[in-house]
T-cell receptor
Framework: IAGITQAPTSQILAAGRRMTLRCTQDMRHNAMYWYRQDLGLGLRLIHYSNTAGTTGKGEVPDGYSVSRANTDDFPLTLASAVPSQTSVYFC??????????????FGPGTRLTVL | GQNIDQPTEMTATEGAIVQINCTYQTSGFNGLFWYQQHAGEAPTFLSYNVLDGLEEKGRFSSFLSRSKGYSYLLLKELQMKDSASYLCAPMDSNYQLIWGAGTKLIIKP
């Protein structure tokens, strides 16, 4: 693994189904983030984690949950998908603890369609 | 509230210079990032400003005025591969990045 990876690359999902988007980084970064990106809108933060074992809510957390059992993995779960969750999802990480400089590194994204 | 304002789209000619402006209002301020995002790809880091003034990095420069809540990204000697969206992202008092919708830059030959 080099950097940050996401799976799946894309997914079509029936409404009401449960779905987990996976994110793994090998940079030993403390902080990780989940964003969604919709046409015409900026990246919107769903959930974040400043360190393993802790998580926080972002701007648009409803309908999503996360866990951070270890440093490397940060899965995002949609408990019961709805069409409004159709979006491109990006996972990111940063070495936030080392300084206030918070450059974020992004995974390649997951394109999710909920029908 | 927090707000980022950038032009939605700009067009420029190959070889020319273009300036992409960004104004922002955030709860506290801890620096500002510019990212580049090609269509269908992830954002990638371009620049970071925390003090007023100009930061130059090759063909790209970024300027910050904290008192005016203003930044710009300057791209020189434009190449076709510079066609992308450019995202302005100030960092608030909680060190969270607040993302603008981005400026889609179209380069014409």
């Amino acid at each position: 693994i080099a950097g940050i990876t996401q799976a799946p690359t894309s997914q079509i999902l029936a409404a009401g189904r449960r779905m987990t988007l996976r994110c793994t980084q090998d940079m030993r970064h403390n902080a990780m983030y989940w964003y969604r990106q919709d046409l015409g809108l900026g990246l919107r933060l769903i959930h974040y984690s400043n360190t393993a074992g802790t998580t926080g809510k972002g701007e648009v957390p409803d309908g999503y949950s996360v866990s951070r059992a270890n440093t490397d993995d940060f899965p995002l779960t949609l408990a019961s998908a709805v069409p409004s969750q159709t979006s491109v999802y990006f996972c990111a990480s940063s070495d936030a603890e080392s300084s206030s400089y918070n450059e974020q590194f992004f995974g390649p994204g997951t394109r999710l369609t909920v029908l | 509230g927090q707000n980022i304002d950038q032009p939605t789209e700009m067009t420029a000619t190959e070889g020319a210079i273009v300036q992409i402006n960004c104004t922002y209002q955030t709860s506290g301020f801890n620096g500002l990032f510019w990212y580049q995002q090609h269509a269908g790809e992830a954002p990638t880091f371009l620049s970071y400003n925390v003090l007023d003034g100009l930061e130059e990095k090759g063909r790209f420069s970024s300027f910050l005025s904290r008192s005016k809540g203003y930044s710009y990204l300057l791209l020189k000697e434009l190449q076709m591969k510079d066609s992308a969206s450019y995202l302005c992202a100030p960092m608030d008092s909680n060190y969270q990045l607040i993302w603008g919708a981005g400026t889609k830059l179209i380069i014409k030959p």
